[in-house]
Each structure stands twice: as C-alpha cells, then as structure tokens.
T-cell receptor, first 116, second 113 residues
Framework: DTEVTQTPKHLVMGMTNKKSLKCEQH?????MYWYKQKAKKPPELMFV???????INESVPSRFSPECPNSSLLNLHLHALQPEDSALYLC???????????????FGEGSWLTVV | AQSVTQLGSHVSVSEGALVLLRCNYS??????LFWYVQYPNQGLQLLLK??????LVKGINGFEAEFKKSETSFHLTKPSAHMSDAAEYFC???????????FGKGNQVVVIP
C-alpha cells in the first residue's frame, strides 16, 4: 500500500473551472513532486519541492500552480486548463531531493483528470 | 544527462515462463537504478533499486535485477510469470546529488495463460 495519499482519485472539470489536487505523506520526507502521465507514456516531472520550497519547475504553464503548505502536504491548483491537460497526475515524495543516498521516490495512486 | 533505454514496448510471456525485461542506462557518474511497476489504473510501485551495494538486487513479487557496469545494463527478471504480473514496467535512473528520475519508455507485459 502506498503511503502517499492523493485526492480526488477522479476529477472532471470544465475549461473555466478552478480546482485543486491534494497530496499528503506521513513518511517524514522533505521532498515532494508532481508528475504528469499520459496514457502509455512514462511520467513527466512537473515540479519539485525541497524543504517546502519550490526547487524545480519544468517550464510548466502557469495554469498549473503548485503549493506546499507544510512538509506533509502538496497541492496542485488548476485553472483554465485545456483538454490536452487531461492525464494522470502523480504525487511523489522522497527523503530529500539531492539523491545523495539514492533516495527512492515513492508515488501515490494518482488523480485522473479530465478536462472538458 | 542520464537516460535509460527499454526496447520492445510490448512483451508477451507465457504463464510459468521466464520474464526478462531489458534496461540499458547512460550516466556520467555512478547511477542509481530503479524498476517500477504500474498496474492498470494505479500509480507506480517500486519493485527494486540499485544504489551501489550488491549488484544482484532482489525485489518484491519474485523479481530481481542485476547491475552490470561493463554492459551498462540493469535487466529485470522473474523465473516464472504469473497472470498477476501483467502490468507496465518502467526502468529509471538518477544520479548522486540529483533526484531527477529519467524514465525509460516502459514495457507493457502481457501474460498468456
């Protein structure tokens, strides 16, 4: 069972809606990630938070806005999305983001987003 | 930059037969290597990882992988396939000082009864 919890599991939203995806981990990890995965493709990194600060933004459009309220929580705020943004959004966490000891990245079950 | 190559997007294997998924990596420094499995409509689950300890790594569900530096490979094997092994398998690499995972394209494993 994953220890990274994501809600909601499914979300359908219109192109003018504002919604949020939520992620929580209780493993004491200090790095948290958002990935986007399209069907039959590997996950693509979107954002990395390290010690509650945004450390990597992979040139993601501003209609996606991440937020890290504390070390256990990670949100992804969605606004004015396009149908091509429909995908599985995966949250993940690891001990830290430096990878000095081969830190494993643990993934949640994902949130299925459909933009109509 | 690090990268991995997984050949053959679809792999069919008979139930009870050997499962072999190939992964070759490219890295300028000693790599950390991972295999993840993704069952239908689920997230990614770690199968096993190599982090410079033993070169033969045992994972969950009877899977294992061997790190071969000379071949820059980290192939995944399981002696006897189960129907429950039907899933997508991703090989991934990261480097010390950088937890940015580079994924391969994945292998869709189909188990034939």
């Amino acid at each position: 069972d994953t220890e990274v919890t994501q809600t909601p599991k499914h979300l359908v939203m219109g192109m003018t809606n504002k919604k949020s995806l939520k992620c929580e981990q209780h493993m004491g990890h200090r790095a948290m990630y958002w990935y986007k995965q399209k069907a039959k493709k590997p996950p693509e990194l979107m954002f990395v938070y390290s010690y509650e600060k945004l450390s990597i933004n992979e040139s993601v459009p501003s209609r996606f806005s991440p937020e890290c309220p504390n070390s256990s929580l990670l949100n992804l705020h969605l606004h004015a999305l396009q149908p091509e943004d429909s995908a599985l959004y995966l949250c993940a966490s690891s001990q830290d983001s430096q990878g000095d000891s081969g830190n494993t990245i643990y993934f949640g079950e994902g949130s299925w987003l459909t933009v109509v | 930059a690090q990268s991995v190559t997984q050949l053959g997007s679809h792999v069919s294997v008979s139930e009870g037969a050997l499962v072999l998924l190939r992964c070759n990596y490219s890295s300028s420094v000693p790599p950390y290597l991972f295999w993840y499995v993704q069952y239908p409509n689920q997230g990614l689950q770690l199968l096993l990882k190599y982090t410079s300890a033993a070169t033969l790594v045992k994972g969950i569900n009877g899977f294992e992988a061997e790190f071969k530096k000379s071949e820059t490979s980290f192939h995944l094997t399981k002696p006897s396939a189960h129907m429950s092994d039907a899933a997508e398998y991703f090989c991934a690499v990261s480097e010390k000082g950088n937890n940015r995972l580079a994924f391969g394209k994945g292998n869709q494993v189909v188990v034939i009864p």
